[in-house]
Every structure is written in C-alpha cells, then in structure tokens.
C-alpha cells in the first residue's frame, strides 16, 4: 500500500479530491447518474486501488458535494413542461418556462451553498445521535417508515395524489421485497443490487 505519511497523504488527498469534483461534474451533469453510484464504484474497487481509506473519503465526499451544486442543470434543461402544463411544475421549471432560467440556476446554486454550510457544522453531532439512537429505532423501524408513508399520502390535497402515492409506496414495497433478497452474482461486491435499482430509478424520471 501507498506510504501514509502525512508527506504523501495530503498531495493524495487533493488529488483524489479533484478525482471527486470530476466525478461529481459527471454525476451533476449526465441525466441518469448520481454521485451515490460513483461512491459504490470506488467502494467496491478500494481493495484494488491500492490507496490509504481517508483520500478515497476525499473523493466521495467531493464528488457528493459538486454534485450537489450541478444536478440541478439537467433537472431545468430536460424535461421542463409546456406553458398549458405550468401550474404542476416544479418551481424550478416554472421559472425556466417565465423566462428566468439563470435565476433558477442562481437560486439553486445559492441554496446547495447555503445547505452545505448549514450541514458542515451539524455532521459531527447529528452522527452522534443517530450512533446512539439508531439501535432503539432499528426495533421500531416498520412502524416508523409505515408511519412516515401514511403521512405522505394522507396529506397528499387529492384523493388522486393519494391513489397514486398509495399505488407508489406498494411498487417500492414490491420492488424492495423481490430484489433486496436476492444475491446476484455481480461484477461489484458492494452494491450488487442496489446499484441497478438505483441506477434504473434515477434515470427513469429524465425520460
């Protein structure tokens, strides 16, 4: 393995930090990827990648945070609806379809600044509580998620949105039953599944 004197283990973190930034410019700007399916890559490939755990930290951390700042540029490009669909729009595209696309970009890029900062200071504490909080809310995991997934679909304001949030939590119950069983013999160690479904799930919407 690589020497991990702090020499050597700085210019390796920076670099494998820039690694990061291109790979969340990729992620942020190719429809479809996300920098949680270049985190499973580089897991799955630490053992060959010959390097100390904190640079490749580095560059995950990096590319979730430039990814960040530039996922939103495809999300206003593509798919933005006509003006006869403008009133169910996501904000942003109502601002593309008004003519104010920079704004949108610009209120965008202003809001991942502002949730970064807000998220740097609350990492170490909020780690600490979910450490020790999560083994009670293992036990009562189901009925929490069952709890949360009532919520959402009884504050839906239509009886349609309700249907069909309903109809959406039953295909992810389906979908999660069937596959996060399975054991597929996949080229990833780490992932093997999830991977795929992330992949399929974050590219659909784009089409």
């Known amino acids: ?23 969340g410019c990729a992620s942020g700007l190719l429809p479809g990827l996300h920098a949680n399916n270049f985190a499973l890559v580089l ?49 942003g ?16 890029a202003f809001g ?21 909080g999560y083994p009670t809310l293992d036990r009562w995991l189901p009925v929490v998620l069952s709890g949360v997934a009532l919520l959402l679909v009884a504050t839906e304001p239509t009886w349609r949105g309700r249907v069909g949030g309903a109809v959406a939590f039953g295909l992810a119950t389906a979908l999660g039953a069937a596959a996060l069983d399975a054991t597929p013999a996949a080229p990833l160690g780490v992932g093997g599944v999830l991977t795929p479904i992330f992949a399929g799930l974050f590219g659909v919407p784009v089409l």
């Open 43 to 91: 897991a799955a490939a630490a053992p060959a990648l010959d390097a100390p755990p904190l640079p490749l930290g580095c560059a995950m951390l990096a590319a979730g945070v430039v990814h960040t700042f530039l996922d939103t540029v495809p999300a206003l490009v593509l798919g933005v609806p006509d003006a006869g669909m403008a009133a169910g729009a996501l904000p």
């Open 112 to 132: 991942s600044g502002v949730a970064v900062a807000v998220a740097l200071p609350l990492a170490v504490p909020v780690t600490l509580a979910v450490e020790r």
């Open 93 to 108: 595209h109502r601002l593309v379809v008004a003519g104010r696309g920079r704004e949108a970009l610009r209120l965008s």
């Open 1 to 23: 393995m690589l020497a991990t004197t702090n020499a050597t283990l700085v210019p390796l973190s920076l670099a494998f930090a820039l690694a990061g930034c291109a790979l």
